[in-house]
Structures are given as structure tokens and as C-alpha cells.
């Protein structure tokens, strides 16, 4: 009888790798000033301080305004200020949204990998031209009209059919 080792290895597409090699990966990562910067600041912006600081600015702007006789200067500050911050803000938070999204797709797969049963031509689908992305879609979409079709007949929609 073969004894399995201890270190259970994560599995990372197409390459296996221990534990210790995803930590150093992982830690490795984490030390991109960009990478850590863009987590900060969409960690921030999310955080109902941000909104209540940004609302807060607003009004003061607001208020300020007949200091300044509404004048072109007065509202070409908060046009610049929030032109600027909005720019910046998409590239933040569009990396952000890149990691999440890849993460979501790995826990996934990783998901599909070991179900039992489950097509394994559904792992990395992101990867798959428009046509055929179409053509997997109609399957599960006949699927689960046949599905509710048994539903309507007083039928069960459980198991796993055949695509």
C-alpha cells in the first residue's frame, strides 16, 4: 500500500504545486507595489466613509459656491477634481475586478475537477471563442426547458442528464 504524503498539493492549471510553492507565490504577488496600492484603494473606496467623505466634499463645494460667485473657476474644480478621480478609479478598481474574477474562475474549475461526473470541457471556459460558448449555452439551455417541462408535468427536474 502506497502512503500518501502530508502535504496535500493545490492543483494550478495544467502543473501541480505543494503548499509552500503557492505561499512564496502568493507572498511574492502581494509585494507589487501596484497590486497592493489598487487592493488598499478599492478596499477604501468601498467603505461607507468614502461615500460619506465624498458626499461631505460635495456640499461643501455646494456651499462654497456663492463664496466664489458661481463662477467658471468654482465649477471647473469639482468638474477636474471628479473627471480625475473617476479615470483613476476604473483602472483601481478594473484590476481589482481582473483578480476577483480570475480567482472565481480557479475555485471553479477547481470545483468541476473534482465533481465526480461533471464534463471536465467545462473547465476554462472563459477561454472559448463566442460561437462555441453559444453552442455549450443552447445545450444547458435545452437542458433546463426540458427540465421545466417535466416540472409542469408534476415530473421531478433532478439527476444528471446527458448533454
Known sequence: MK?????SPYFV??????????SHLTAEH????????????????GQPYAFILALFLIILW???GPMF???????????????????LMVFLIQNSQNRDSQAM???????????????TALLDLEELTEPELLAIKE???H???????????????RGTPEI
Do not use: C, M
Open 30 to 45: 502581494s509585494k507589487k507595489p501596484f497590486t497592493t496600492f489598487a487592493r488598499w484603494v478599492s478596499f477604501i473606496a
Open 13 to 22: 492549471p495544467s502543473v501541480r504545486v505543494r503548499r509552500s510553492a503557492v
Open 105 to 119: 474562475q480557479i475555485k471553479l474549475d477547481e470545483l468541476i475537477r473534482t465533481t465526480e461526473g461533471a464534463h
Open 62 to 64: 455646494g456651499v462654497i
Open 69 to 87: 460667485g458661481y463662477s467658471n473657476t468654482w465649477q471647473l474644480v469639482i468638474n477636474t477634481t471628479t473627471t480625475i478621480v473617476t479615470f
Open 143 to 157: 437542458l433546463a426547458l426540458q427540465a421545466r417541462t417535466a416540472l409542469r408535468k408534476g415530473k421531478s427536474d
Open 139 to 141: 445545450k444547458y439551455e
Open 3 to 7: 502512503r500518501q504524503s502530508k502535504v
